[in-house]
């Protein structure tokens, strides 16, 4: 009897001890990034169903080259090691750019979570003749410029829209970081941007109540339909709802399928990723919709975050593959003649269609 | 957390204040370390923080963290010549001679003394100027950024030495330097890498500091086995702590100079660290005729101090107001601050008057105690030029390397290690052949800032080669104004018949 009593003990000791580990959450940013900071709301709420079952998370940030550094660290150093998470970013520049990615694929991962974001438009009320927009984020805001292209220029070809675009805005270039380019709209010198839900409420606050500034639209959130409205701000109209409504006719071409494209790649661009035969895939996810289920943690990531949705497990990895199988070489082709007429050295990564 | 937030308010603000200035202070100690590391390896123990009740006590420790750093940040600079930040290095330039010349404890009491005053100073003008910083920030706008960060380029022709050819090769030197990695119109490309992934992100500030004036320091020091150093009593330390505190009465101008230069640097979120106190030791070389620096000015300490803290301040406004931060060290407050429920930019934080409170005592409580306290400790801290380096510079220089491969996580650690040794290797000859090196690091950390404010300019205004507005000069007084003053300091600057500043 003692015996058997024993063998439970060190079995139930054993057990535990193997089940308790800490992760290594690799966040391809520096602390205060956009994506570092989302990363830090998510684990405060996660961590805590992470514990009941016995494990911990460890943010690490890993900021060279604009986060591809911790892309190919996932890729290679951390290739056999189930304890280390990857948060997804630049999934676009990783089909726009063709070197350094030392066998970095993230289709070749297995997502656990994700939330689809949105990004608002703002623009002055009192626009000039020829308003200056920023583009200045290179990657980031290309797309965010393109859709007010289209805004104004209707639907067109891809080549009489490259037209059109040059005559519609001035595009300046060189804001350091977003810091800059708020300043920048605030004091005038740019009269279209674009920023996230949480900023509307805060830095622009002053600006809209005054009627200097309006959300002009939401880029939408990617769906099984298109992109549909943003949830986080009901009264700015998603891009398709306001083009239509502008233009009495839907978006349709080549450009817009490009620019469509890009904002479902960066609309769940912010999911956490492991390698294959994980085992522990299922603390993992499990630890994650126990989170969705708690209310009061719910509650406080909306706030912080937006009332934006979240996907996870075998839903999330159908909605990435759609989306990545989606892209055929006409539309990269597509991207890339448009990323290169705002001034980006883009060129197709080779291995995407491998 | 739980201990503390059982006692009462009072002593649980005397803990944080002692924790955030002892922290904050101890890591200014450290070469090369600064506010943005400090603030950096709070991420380690935010989470303590959150519960209710303890987040305010963040806002009390952090913030008593940044201003006692800068503070303690002079320390290296002057008594080893390694500077604690990049923007420490000024105060370093006549700081470490005058140590060498048996006044460390003038120095320093001079150098934390400014610091002190102007943080207290600035930090209630700007807690006043909350409510208008809106009008402000409307007033200042890309082309003003540019107009002030050209004057602070221009100021570089003022620190350059007697040599002014060996001088124009550090600037272009320090320029060239700054070229590398990604472009400034950011757009995603990247320049003169020679195909090494690792210069995609340009050359950390850090290591350049370190490499050019860290270790070459330190080697030198080796080399020497011991200081040339004039030993004096603890009657005479006394007295050199007073002195220190008169010479800034007696250059208050200078002092509040550098004061405002720091301040409206700090405002400007475009411009990095280390702006302000070079662009005010420049200003105080320039309003300084027929004097020489580099060998121990105390002007040009009290010249750089001043813009030290008040730049804090300045770089607070908008980060708390708008959600902008001044710069690095703001930008990682402000993520920890939002990481523990605070809607930092909005009027939910303006309007909590308990984040408000916690905010200006913890800044000028934790500014005003660890200037006390420092001064009180300087002459006892300053005997370490007494002891035989032999004893220390080796740790000093371990230190200094870990400080530098710890900031990237080791992740690029012999990159950095081959950068760092490449650095130092330049400092040295620089040192040796009397190329300016701190010219070097200005136009390094200026180029940037330049190169990008012209890129905007043209975009803004001239556009497409076309003449977009003829307005832009009386439109933007300031940026004309500027541009006319940069012209005629680089003109100043390189007609002066002898240099004025005697470093390299």
Not at chain 2, 8 to 30: N, R
Not at chain 2, 196 to 221: H, K, M, N
Not at chain 2, 244 to 255: N, R
Not at chain 2, 336 to 346: A, K
Request: a positive charge.
């Amino acid at each position: 009897m003692n015996k058997t009593i024993l063998a439970v003990m060190i079995t139930a000791f054993l057990t535990t001890t193997a089940a308790a580990e800490q992760f290594t959450y690799i966040v391809p940013s520096s602390p205060d990034g956009g994506i570092a900071k989302h990363a830090q709301q998510v684990t405060k709420e996660w961590s805590k169903f992470l514990a009941k079952k016995g494990h911990s998370l460890n943010l690490r940030y890993m900021k060279q080259q604009k986060g591809k550094k911790a892309a190919t660290e996932f890729a290679t150093t951390y290739k056999d090691n189930p304890l280390v998470i990857l948060q997804s970013k630049g999934i676009i520049m990783f089909m726009t750019s063709n070197k350094g990615w030392k066998g970095y694929d993230p289709r070749n991962y297995v997502p656990i979570f994700g939330q689809k974001t949105g990004v608002f438009m703002l623009a002055k009320s009192d626009l000039p003749k020829k308003p200056a927009i920023n583009i200045g984020g290179g990657a980031e805001t290309i797309v965010d410029a393109m859709g007010a292209v289209m805004m104004e220029c209707g639907n067109m070809s891809v080549s009489k829209m490259l037209d059109c675009q040059k005559d519609t805005y001035r595009y300046i270039k060189g804001w350091q970081g977003s810091g800059s380019r708020r300043k920048g709209y605030l004091a005038g010198d740019i009269q279209i941007t674009r920023d996230a839900f949480k900023n509307i409420g805060s830095t622009y606050k002053d600006e809209i109540k005054s009627g200097k500034s309006v959300v002009w639209f939401s880029h939408g959130i990617a769906s099984a339909n298109g992109l549909v409205d943003d949830p986080s701000i009901n009264s700015a109209p998603s891009f398709p709802t306001l083009f239509t409504v502008n233009w009495k006719e839907a978006p349709k071409g080549a450009y817009y399928n490009a620019y469509k494209k890009m904002i479902e790649l960066r609309s769940t661009s912010k999911y956490i990723m492991v390698h294959q035969k994980n085992p522990y895939y299922e603390d993992l996810l499990g630890s994650f919709n126990e989170m969705i289920n708690d209310k009061e943690s719910m509650k406080k990531l909306n706030k912080k975050l937006g009332a934006y949705p979240w996907a996870s497990g075998v839903e999330l990895k159908k909605t990435l593959d759609d989306i990545y199988s989606s892209v055929d070489k006409k539309l990269l082709k597509d991207i890339q003649t448009i990323r290169q007429s705002f001034g980006e050295k883009t060129k197709i990564n080779r291995n995407f269609f491998k | 957390m739980e201990l503390i937030l059982q006692q009462s308010v009072w002593i649980q603000w005397a803990i944080m204040l002692t924790l955030g200035c002892v922290y904050g202070g101890l890591i200014g100690l450290i070469p090369s370390a600064g506010p943005g590391k400090a603030v950096i390896l709070l991420y380690s123990i935010v989470a303590i923080f959150d519960t209710a009740g303890a987040e305010y006590l963040f806002i009390l420790f952090s913030i008593a963290t940044v201003v006692s750093c800068s503070v303690g940040d002079s320390f290296a600079g002057v008594l080893i010549g390694i500077p604690g930040a990049s923007g420490a290095a000024a105060t370093m330039v006549d700081g470490f001679p005058l140590a060498k010349q048996g006044k460390a404890s003038y120095a320093l009491s001079a150098a934390i003394f400014c610091s002190t005053v102007n943080g207290l100073l600035f930090g209630i003008l700007g807690f006043m100027l909350f409510p208008f910083y809106r009008e402000i920030g409307s007033v200042i706008g890309t082309a003003e950024i540019v107009g002030l960060v050209c004057c602070s380029f221009a100021l570089i022709s003022v620190v350059t030495t007697k040599h002014t050819f060996r001088s124009l090769i550090a600037i272009s030197l320090g320029c060239a330097i700054a070229t590398i990695g990604w472009a400034p119109d950011g757009m995603g490309d990247y320049r003169n890498t020679f195909d090494w992934e690792y210069l995609e992100d340009g050359v950390s500030i850090l290591i350049i500091g370190v490499g050019l004036f860290a270790l070459p320091e330190l080697i030198q020091t080796l080399k020497d086995k011991e200081f040339d150093i004039l030993y004096i009593d603890n009657k005479t330390h006394n007295k050199q702590t007073w002195q220190g505190i008169t010479a800034v009465w007696k250059h208050k101008w200078l002092a509040l100079m550098g004061g405002v230069i720091g301040w409206i640097t700090g405002l400007m979120p475009a411009t990095g660290g280390g702006i302000g106190d070079w662009a005010a030791y420049s200003a105080t070389v320039g309003l300084s005729k027929g004097e020489k620096f580099g060998n121990g000015n105390i002007k040009g300490i009290i010249g750089s101090e001043g813009a030290n803290n008040s730049g804090k301040i300045g770089a607070l406004l908008p980060t708390v107001m708008f959600g902008i931060p001044g710069g690095k060290v703001f930008a990682y407050l402000m993520s920890l601050w939002i990481y523990l429920g605070f809607d930092v930019g909005t009027d939910t934080v303006l309007q909590d008057t308990k984040f408000m409170d916690h905010l200006f005592w913890g800044y000028m409580l934790g500014t005003a105690i660890t200037g006390f306290v420092m001064i009180m400790t300087a002459r006892h801290l300053s005997k370490i030029v007494y002891i035989n380096p032999m004893y220390w510079a080796l740790p000093m220089m371990l230190l200094t390397i870990y400080t530098v491969l710890a900031s990237s996580g080791f992740i690029t650690l012999w990159e950095d290690t081959a950068l760092l040794i490449l650095l130092s290797f330049f400092g040295v000859m620089m040192k040796k052949y009397k190329f300016s090196r701190p010219a070097l690091l200005m136009a390094f950390i200026l180029f940037p800032s330049i190169e990008k404010g012209i890129i905007q300019l043209k975009d803004l205004y001239f556009y497409n080669g076309l003449y977009i507005t003829n307005d832009i000069w009386w439109e933007h007084p300031i940026l004309t104004i500027c541009l006319i003053i940069s012209i005629l300091l680089i003109f100043y600057g390189f007609t002066q018949k002898n240099g004025r500043i005697d470093y390299a």
